[in-house]
Every structure is written in structure tokens, then in C-alpha cells.
């Protein structure tokens, strides 16, 4: 069956612009999390999304960052005011049921954003 | 808090030989214990888990990996090495009784397995 993909692959963009990244979730997974890959380091937790709503968002740097998942499906990485400290592999991840039940996570390719 | 140490950045090992990825783990409640595999351009894979039962898990492409709670580690391992399974290797954990869903990663440790 079809994984989690994400939108675009990779994504270069100027200093100061807004952002949006798209993740497309395994279907009927409602658990979804974003999370921050940078060069030769492992990947950082976001956000985590149970369904519509944002459950746990403690990962997400500052108020730059922003992530929606209107109904429970798609969800867009939302970044304003791109930095150059913002460049990294964005990797999108769903689970059919959230961890309490200790079920993993399928991650998507990722997405590269390279901010100039 | 939680977190996640791979001492070894690389690891080199001949084909055939046995392999050993060390990771160990700090959590405060339960441990959830997890292995993933990258290759280049591509997403993380999942390879086993370790959440209850059993210390030794067994996962995908003939890897297993033993939790040891005295330890707190959770080394993967392989018998016998292919040269295919040259790759990233990232350990996680999250804390089974945090209301969070949080992974926390290691930093990776790279496999190099040489014919």
C-alpha cells in the first residue's frame, strides 16, 4: 500500500520568505508527527498530531512555526519568516495508533528546505 | 526528560562478520525502545521495537537487538553482515507512561559494511 509521502521534495526558498510543507499520512492513520533532520544529526520532534488536533507541540521552535491537520488527514508545516538556520530535511511520520500502545511510526522521504 | 547516546559515529565491519550498533537510553518511566534504518535520499525505516515481554526482539532483515534495563541499552545487532545493510542507524525512545507520543533520537551511527 501506499506510505506517507510529502510535498515537495525539495523546496529552496529566499531568507525572510513563508513556507508550507504538505504530508499525506498512510490512510486511516490518526496519529501524525512532524519532525527536524539536520545534517548529521538525528531527526528532532515538532509536533504531534492525534486526529484534527495538535497534542503535543512542544518540539516546535518558536512561534514561526506552525502546523495545521483540518480533518485529520493531510497536514501542512507552516513556516513564516524563513531563516537560514531553518534549512533541514523535514520528515513527516503517522502511526495507526499513537504510542501509548507502543505502535511505530512510517516516516515519509522528507522534504528539503534550503533556505538562502 | 528523555534521551538517546550512539557512542560510535561509524562502524565498520566485514561482510559476514557480526555487527553491533550500541545504544543506550535514559527515560524515566517505561522504556519504549525503537531502531531505524536510513539509506541515502530516502525516509527512515522501521526495523523492531522493544515496548514489553521478551528482552531479545527480533525485526526485519535479520536484525534483533536486546533491551537490558541494568544497562539501560538496547544494541542492535546482526549475525552475519551484507554488504547491503551499509546505512544510517538511528536508535529512539520515548517514555511509555508520558502522556507525550515524542521520539527521541539519537544522533545516528554509520554502518559501513565492506566486501
Known amino acids: 500500500g501506499a506510505g506517507v509521502s510529502q510535498t515537495p521534495s525539495n523546496k529552496v526558498t529566499e531568507k525572510g520568505k513563508y513556507v508550507e510543507l504538505r504530508c499525506d499520512p498512510i490512510?486511516?492513520?490518526?496519529?501524525l508527527y512532524w519532525y527536524r533532520q539536520s545534517l548529521g544529526q538525528g531527526p528532532e520532534f515538532l509536533i504531534y498530531f492525534q486526529g484534527t488536533g495538535a497534542a503535543d507541540d512542544s518540539g516546535l521552535p518558536n512561534d514561526r512555526f506552525f502546523a495545521v491537520r483540518p480533518e485529520g488527514s493531510v497536514s501542512t508545516l507552516k513556516i513564516q519568516r524563513t531563516e537560514r538556520g531553518d534549512s533541514a530535511v523535514y520528515l513527516c511520520?503517522?502511526?495507526?495508533?499513537?504510542?501509548?500502545?507502543?505502535?511505530?511510526?512510517?516516516f515519509g522521504p522528507g522534504t528539503r528546505l534550503t533556505v538562502l | 526528560a528523555q534521551s538517546v547516546a550512539q557512542p560510535e559515529d561509524q562502524v565498520n565491519v566485514a561482510e559476514g562478520n557480526p555487527l553491533t550498533v550500541k545504544c543506550t537510553y535514559s527515560?524515566?518511566?517505561?522504556?519504549?525502545l525503537f531502531w531505524y534504518v536510513q539509506y541515502p535520499n530516502r525516509g527512515l525505516q522501521f526495523l523492531l521495537k522493544?515496548?514489553?515481554?521478551?528482552?531479545l526482539v527480533k525485526g526485519s532483515y535479520g536484525f534483533e537487538a536486546e533491551f537490558n534495563k541494568s544497562q539501560t541499552s538496547f544494541h542492535l545487532k546482526k549475525p552475519s553482515a551484507l554488504v547491503s545493510d551499509s546505512a544510517l542507524y538511528f536508535c529512539?525512545?520515548?517514555?511509555?507512561?508520558?502522556?507525550?507520543?515524542?521520539?527521541?533520537f539519537g544522533g545516528g551511527t554509520r554502518v559501513l559494511v565492506k566486501p
Open positions: 529512539a525512545v520515548r517514555d511509555g507512561r508520558a502522556a507525550g507520543n515524542k521520539l527521541t
Open positions: 522493544y515496548i514489553t515481554g521478551d528482552n
Open positions: 511520520a503517522s502511526s495507526l495508533m499513537s504510542l501509548a500502545g507502543g505502535g511505530e511510526q512510517f
Open positions: 490512510s486511516g492513520h490518526t496519529a
Open positions: 527515560v524515566s518511566g517505561n522504556p519504549y
